[in-house]
C-alpha cells in the first residue's frame, strides 16, 4: 500500500531541479497511496553516484528537505533516471531510515522502492546477514537490496559481470509475496528496471514525435531448469552460468519513420493519476512482466514462460483528465467526491440505461448472460466497502433472478476456502482492481472452473484483466481513502446486473421498470440530500462530536447502509462506531442503550417499516434518544425526535440516497476532531497486503 514512482529521461535536456520536482509532482498524486514517509534517489554531481534524500510525513515535509539540501540544482542532465516513494508502513515504524528507497551498500550501489510485501525476507534475511550484510532499517524491502548486491558480487567474483535484466530476473526468483519494484544502480548507469506481481504497475511514454507503432514485443525467455549454486543456496544469475537465454526481438517503436532514435521520457507509477499531467500514452505491465528501459528503449521481458500470457503489450490512451484529480473548490478530496455523486452516478448508468424503453444493456456481460442465468449461484466477493455494496445489493438479485446469492469477504472467503464450482458465477467488487485478498480469491475460483466477473472503477486493473467479463463503474478518480462516490456507483453498477440479467422474467417487468424510473430520478435527489451538509454539520458539532460511541441501526435493505455508515465515521472520525441489524437488537446490543448512547436509526419507508418502527420503540423505552434518518413528509414521527428527512425513491435505491447523510456526518466529525481527512491513520487507498 505504497506509492512508487521513476522517472527517466533520454535525449530531453532536464535541470536537477526540474528531475525533483516531477518526481515529487508525482508522488503528490500517489500521496493516497501512503503518507507516513518519502523519499526520491537521483543522480548525484560525480559520474555513478546517487544521492538520496528521505522524510518522515507527507510529501511536503520531502520536498523541504530535498530543497534545503540539494546541491548545484541547476546541473543539466541529458540522460537521468529517478524513483520516488511515498510509504505506508507494513514492517517498521515510520522513520527516515525505513523509509523508501532502500540501498545495498553505504555508496547507494543498488536502490531499490517497493510496493507490496515480502513474506519470505526473515528466511533470506538471515542468509544475507550470515553471509556479512549489514541491515540498516526494520522493513522487508531492504533485503531485496542486499540481495541483488550479494547476488551481483557473487557473479563479479567469479569474473562473469551479470547484465541488469539477469540480475534482477535472479532476485524476483526468489521473492515470494505481492510487489512491484524500481531498480537503480551505480553500476547501470542511466538505466532502470520495474517489475510486477500482485500490485500495479504502469509505464507512461512522452515524445514529440508520433511512435512507430502502438505496441511492444514480450522477450520471453526459454524454460530451461536453473542450477542451484551450492554455496549460496540461491539460484545463480541467469545469462551466466546455466543462465537463460533470450528469444529477443528488437522493439519498432522507438524509432521514427526513418529509423533515427528519438527523444523520450519515461513515468512509471503505481496509478495513472501521477502521470496524466505529463502523458496519456501508458502501457500497462503485467504480473511477472519485468521492464528494462536503457538508451531510451524500452524492452518487456517475462520472468517464466507463460503460453496462455500475449507476446505484445498494448500502448493504451488514459481517458481521465488532470481536473479530475484536482481538489478544485473543496477543502478536500472526500468532500469532492461526496458532491459529485450527482454525476459520478450518472457516469456510471450512461450509455447503459435506456430510459426509454426500460431496458439495461452492460456491453461487459452481454456474451455471458445465458451462464449466468443457468448457474447454480452467484458469490460476489469483497472488502470493506465494495463487500457492502454486495450486500446492498444481495436482495434485488435473488428477488430479479431467483438464483441463490451469497456475499463473501474475501479474507474469510480465502482463509476458510470455500468449495467453489464450475456452476457457479463469482462476482468480485474491487475499487482499485487491485485488492490482495479480492485478487487472490478470484484467482482461486478461476482455478475451480467457475466464471468469474468484475466490477471495478479502473480500467486496466488486475481484476478488470483476468475476470472473463465485467463492468467499469466508470466513477471517475477517486483519491479520497474512504470511499464515497465509488459505493454508489458499485450500488448502482450491481442494480443495472440485476436488472440486465432479470429482464427475462416477464413477471418482474412493473418492478423492473418501477426501478429504472428510481434511478431516472436519483441524480436529482442525491442533490437534494447533499442540501442537508449544513444542518448535518450542526448536528454533528452539537450532538455527536464529544460522543465517544455510536450505533447505527436499521434492517432488510438498510443493513447494508448501517455497515457502511458505521465504517465511514469509525474511518475518518476514529470515533467507535457500529452498524447493527435492527432486528437483532434485542438478543443482545439492547443492553448498550441508554440515555448517554448516541443511536442513529434508519427508518426509510419499505415493507419493513412497521419492524423498524419497533426498533425505535424499544430505543426510546430505555431513555435513548435516536436520530432518526426518515423520508420527507413522514407524519409518523413526532416533533420530539432529531430527524434527517431524505428523499423517498423505490425501496432498492433508497440506501444510495440513505448513506450520503453518514458520509457528510463521517467528514464533519473528522473535520472537528482536527484529522486529515484524506488520509486517515492507518489506512491506505489500494490494499495490496494480505
Same mark, same amino acid.
Given at each position: 500500500?505504497?506509492?512508487?514512482?521513476?522517472?527517466?529521461?533520454?535525449?530531453?535536456?532536464?535541470?536537477?531541479?526540474?528531475?525533483?520536482?516531477?518526481?515529487?509532482?508525482?508522488?503528490?498524486?500517489?500521496?493516497?497511496?501512503? =503518507?507516513?514517509?518519502?523519499?526520491?534517489?537521483?543522480? /548525484?554531481?560525480?559520474? %555513478?553516484? @546517487?544521492?538520496?534524500? #528521505?522524510? +518522515?510525513? *507527507?510529501?511536503?515535509?520531502?520536498?523541504?528537505?530535498?530543497?534545503?539540501?540539494?546541491?548545484?540544482?541547476?546541473?543539466?542532465?541529458?540522460?537521468?533516471?529517478?524513483?520516488?516513494?511515498?510509504?505506508?508502513?507494513?514492517?517498521?515504524?515510520?522513520?527516515?531510515?525505513?523509509?523508501?528507497?532502500?540501498?545495498?551498500?553505504?555508496?547507494?550501489?543498488?536502490?531499490?522502492?517497493?510496493?507490496?510485501?515480502?513474506?519470505?525476507?526473515?528466511?533470506?534475511?538471515?542468509?544475507?546477514?550470515?553471509?556479512?550484510?549489514?541491515?540498516?532499517?526494520?522493513?522487508?524491502?531492504?533485503?531485496?537490496?542486499?540481495?541483488?548486491? =550479494?547476488?551481483?558480487?557473487?557473479?563479479?567474483?567469479? /569474473?562473469?559481470?551479470? %547484465?541488469? @535484466?539477469?540480475?534482477? #530476473?535472479? +532476485?524476483? *526468483?526468489?521473492?515470494?509475496?505481492?510487489?512491484?519494484?524500481?531498480?537503480?544502480?551505480?553500476?547501470?548507469?542511466?538505466?532502470?528496471?520495474?517489475?510486477?506481481?500482485?500490485?500495479?504497475?504502469?509505464?507512461?511514454?512522452?515524445?514529440?514525435?508520433?511512435?512507430?507503432?502502438?505496441?511492444?514485443?514480450?522477450?520471453?525467455?526459454?524454460?530451461?531448469?536453473?542450477?542451484?549454486?551450492?554455496?549460496?543456496?540461491?539460484?545463480?544469475?541467469?545469462?551466466?552460468?546455466?543462465?537463460?537465454?533470450?528469444?529477443?526481438?528488437?522493439?519498432?517503436?522507438?524509432?521514427?519513420?526513418?529509423?533515427?532514435?528519438?527523444?523520450?521520457?519515461?513515468?512509471?507509477?503505481?496509478?495513472?493519476?501521477?502521470?496524466?499531467?505529463?502523458?496519456?500514452?501508458?502501457?500497462?505491465?503485467?504480473?511477472?512482466?519485468?521492464?528494462?528501459?536503457?538508451?531510451?528503449?524500452?524492452?518487456?521481458?517475462?520472468?517464466?514462460?507463460?503460453?496462455?500470457?500475449?507476446?505484445?503489450?498494448?500502448?493504451?490512451?488514459?481517458?481521465?483528465?488532470?481536473?479530475?484529480?484536482?481538489?478544485?473548490?473543496?477543502?478536500?478530496?472526500?468532500?469532492?467526491?461526496?458532491?459529485?455523486?450527482?454525476?459520478?452516478?450518472?457516469?456510471?448508468?450512461?450509455?447503459?440505461?435506456?430510459?426509454?424503453?426500460?431496458?439495461?444493456?452492460?456491453?461487459?456481460?452481454?456474451?455471458?448472460?445465458?451462464?449466468?442465468?443457468?448457474?447454480?449461484?452467484?458469490?460476489?466477493?469483497?472488502?470493506?466497502?465494495?463487500?457492502?455494496?454486495?450486500?446492498?445489493?444481495?436482495?434485488?438479485?435473488?428477488?430479479?433472478?431467483?438464483?441463490?446469492?451469497?456475499?463473501?469477504?474475501?479474507?474469510?472467503?480465502?482463509?476458510?476456502?470455500?468449495?467453489?464450482?464450475?456452476?457457479?458465477?463469482?462476482?468480485?467488487?474491487?475499487?482499485?482492481?487491485?485488492t490482495a485478498d479480492t485478487i487472490l480469491?478470484?484467482?482461486?475460483?478461476?482455478?475451480?472452473?467457475?466464471?468469474?466477473?468484475?466490477?471495478?472503477?479502473?480500467?486496466?486493473?488486475?481484476?478488470?484483466?483476468?475476470?472473463?467479463?465485467?463492468?467499469?463503474?466508470?466513477?471517475?478518480?477517486?483519491?479520497?481513502?474512504?470511499?464515497?462516490?465509488?459505493?454508489?456507483?458499485?450500488?448502482?453498477?450491481?442494480?443495472?446486473?440485476?436488472?440486465?440479467?432479470?429482464?427475462?422474467?416477464?413477471?418482474?417487468?412493473?418492478?423492473?421498470?418501477?426501478?429504472?424510473?428510481?434511478?431516472?430520478?436519483?441524480?436529482?435527489?442525491?442533490?437534494?440530500?447533499?442540501?442537508?451538509?449544513?444542518?448535518?454539520?450542526?448536528?454533528?458539532?452539537?450532538?455527536?462530536?464529544?460522543?465517544?460511541?455510536?450505533?447505527?441501526?436499521?434492517?432488510?435493505?438498510?443493513?447494508?447502509?448501517?455497515?457502511?455508515?458505521?465504517?465511514?465515521?469509525?474511518?475518518?472520525?476514529?470515533?467507535?462506531?457500529?452498524?447493527?441489524?435492527?432486528?437483532?437488537?434485542?438478543?443482545?446490543?439492547?443492553?448498550?442503550?441508554?440515555?448517554?448512547?448516541?443511536?442513529?436509526?434508519?427508518?426509510?419507508?419499505?415493507?419493513?417499516?412497521?419492524?423498524?418502527?419497533?426498533?425505535?420503540?424499544?430505543?426510546?423505552?430505555?431513555?435513548?434518544?435516536?436520530?432518526?434518518?426518515?423520508?420527507?413528509?413522514?407524519?409518523?414521527?413526532?416533533?420530539?425526535?432529531?430527524?434527517?428527512?431524505?428523499?423517498?425513491?423505490?425501496?432498492?435505491?433508497q440506501g444510495i440516497l440513505n448513506i450520503?447523510?453518514?458520509?457528510?456526518?463521517?467528514?464533519?466529525?473528522?473535520?472537528?476532531?482536527?484529522?486529515?481527512?484524506?488520509?486517515?491513520?492507518?489506512?491506505?487507498?489500494s490494499v495490496t497486503v494480505e
Amino acid at each position: 500500500m505504497c506509492g512508487i514512482f521513476g522517472y527517466l529521461n533520454y535525449l530531453v535536456d532536464q535541470d536537477r531541479k526540474a528531475i525533483s520536482d516531477i518526481l515529487l509532482a508525482g508522488l503528490s498524486r500517489l500521496e493516497y497511496r501512503g =503518507y507516513d514517509s518519502a523519499g526520491i534517489a537521483i543522480n /548525484g554531481d560525480e559520474d %555513478n553516484q @546517487v544521492q538520496i534524500f #528521505k522524510q +518522515v510525513g *507527507k510529501v511536503a515535509a520531502l520536498r523541504k528537505l530535498v530543497d534545503e539540501e540539494s546541491t548545484n540544482t541547476d546541473k543539466v542532465f541529458n540522460i537521468h533516471s529517478g524513483m520516488a516513494h511515498t510509504r505506508w508502513a507494513t514492517h517498521g515504524q515510520p522513520s527516515p531510515i525505513n523509509s523508501h528507497p532502500h540501498r545495498s551498500n553505504a555508496q547507494n550501489a543498488f536502490t531499490v522502492v517497493h510496493n507490496g510485501i515480502i513474506t519470505n525476507y526473515k528466511e533470506l534475511k538471515t542468509l544475507l546477514v550470515n553471509k556479512g550484510y549489514v541491515f540498516e532499517s526494520e522493513t522487508d524491502t531492504e533485503v531485496v537490496a542486499k540481495l541483488t548486491q =550479494y547476488l551481483y558480487d557473487t557473479q563479479v567474483s567469479t /569474473g562473469r559481470k551479470p %547484465n541488469f @535484466v539477469d540480475l534482477v #530476473k535472479s +532476485v524476483v *526468483k526468489e521473492l515470494e509475496g505481492a510487489f512491484a519494484f524500481i531498480f537503480k544502480s551505480t553500476y547501470f548507469p542511466n538505466e532502470l528496471i520495474t517489475t510486477r506481481r500482485g500490485s500495479p504497475l504502469l509505464i507512461g511514454l512522452k515524445t514529440s514525435k508520433k511512435l512507430k507503432v502502438d505496441f511492444l514485443d514480450v522477450e520471453v525467455g526459454t524454460d530451461n531448469t536453473q542450477p542451484q549454486d551450492q554455496t549460496s543456496n540461491v539460484l545463480a544469475v541467469p545469462g551466466t552460468v546455466g543462465g537463460t537465454p533470450l528469444a529477443r526481438s528488437q522493439s519498432r517503436a522507438f524509432v521514427t519513420e526513418n529509423g533515427e532514435q528519438q527523444p523520450i521520457e519515461y513515468f512509471i507509477a503505481s496509478d495513472p493519476s501521477a502521470v496524466v499531467e505529463h502523458t496519456k500514452r501508458v502501457l500497462y505491465l503485467e504480473d511477472d512482466d519485468l521492464a528494462h528501459i536503457q538508451k531510451g528503449e524500452l524492452r518487456i521481458h517475462r520472468l517464466k514462460r507463460d503460453d496462455s500470457m500475449s507476446t505484445i503489450r498494448a500502448i493504451q490512451t488514459l481517458e481521465i483528465e488532470l481536473a479530475a484529480i484536482m481538489k478544485g473548490q473543496f477543502d478536500s478530496f472526500m468532500q469532492k467526491e461526496i458532491y459529485e455523486q450527482p454525476e459520478s452516478v450518472v457516469n456510471t448508468m450512461r450509455g447503459r440505461v435506456h430510459f426509454d424503453n426500460a431496458q439495461v444493456n452492460l456491453g461487459g456481460l452481454r456474451a455471458y448472460l445465458p451462464h449466468i442465468r443457468r448457474c447454480r449461484r452467484i458469490v460476489f466477493i469483497a472488502c470493506g466497502t465494495s463487500y457492502h455494496s454486495c450486500i446492498a445489493t444481495r436482495q434485488l438479485f435473488e428477488e430479479l433472478t431467483e438464483i441463490p446469492i451469497s456475499a463473501e469477504l474475501a479474507s474469510d472467503f480465502l482463509d476458510r476456502r470455500c468449495p467453489i464450482f464450475r456452476d457457479d458465477v463469482c462476482i468480485f467488487v474491487s475499487q482499485s482492481g487491485e485488492t490482495a485478498d479480492t485478487i487472490l480469491a478470484m484467482r482461486y475460483c478461476l482455478e475451480r472452473g467457475s466464471l468469474c466477473v468484475g466490477i471495478t472503477n479502473t480500467v486496466g486493473s488486475t481484476i478488470s484483466r483476468e475476470t472473463h467479463c465485467g463492468v467499469h463503474i466508470n466513477a471517475g478518480p477517486e483519491i479520497g481513502v474512504a470511499s464515497t462516490k465509488a459505493y454508489t456507483s458499485q450500488f448502482i453498477a450491481l442494480v443495472m446486473m440485476a436488472l440486465q440479467l432479470g429482464d427475462d422474467r416477464v413477471s418482474m417487468l412493473e418492478r423492473r421498470k418501477d426501478i429504472i424510473q428510481g434511478l431516472k430520478e436519483l441524480p436529482d435527489k442525491i442533490k437534494e440530500v447533499l442540501k442537508l451538509d449544513s444542518q448535518l454539520q450542526q448536528l454533528a458539532q452539537n450532538v455527536l462530536h464529544k460522543e465517544k460511541s455510536l450505533l447505527i441501526l436499521g434492517r432488510g435493505l438498510q443493513n447494508a447502509t448501517c455497515l457502511e455508515g458505521a465504517l465511514k465515521i469509525k474511518e475518518i472520525s476514529y470515533m467507535h462506531s457500529e452498524g447493527i441489524l435492527a432486528g437483532e437488537l434485542k438478543h443482545g446490543p439492547l443492553a448498550l442503550i441508554d440515555e448517554n448512547m448516541p443511536v442513529i436509526l434508519l427508518m426509510t419507508k419499505d415493507s419493513l417499516y412497521p419492524k423498524v418502527r419497533s426498533a425505535l420503540e424499544q430505543v426510546t423505552a430505555r431513555k435513548g434518544s435516536p436520530i432518526v434518518i426518515c423520508n420527507v413528509g413522514d407524519t409518523n414521527l413526532s416533533d420530539d425526535y432529531r430527524t434527517i428527512p431524505v428523499p423517498e425513491v423505490v425501496d432498492s435505491l433508497q440506501g444510495i440516497l440513505n448513506i450520503i447523510p453518514l458520509q457528510l456526518l463521517s467528514y464533519h466529525l473528522a473535520v472537528l476532531n482536527g484529522v486529515d481527512v484524506d488520509f486517515p491513520r492507518n489506512l491506505a487507498k489500494s490494499v495490496t497486503v494480505e
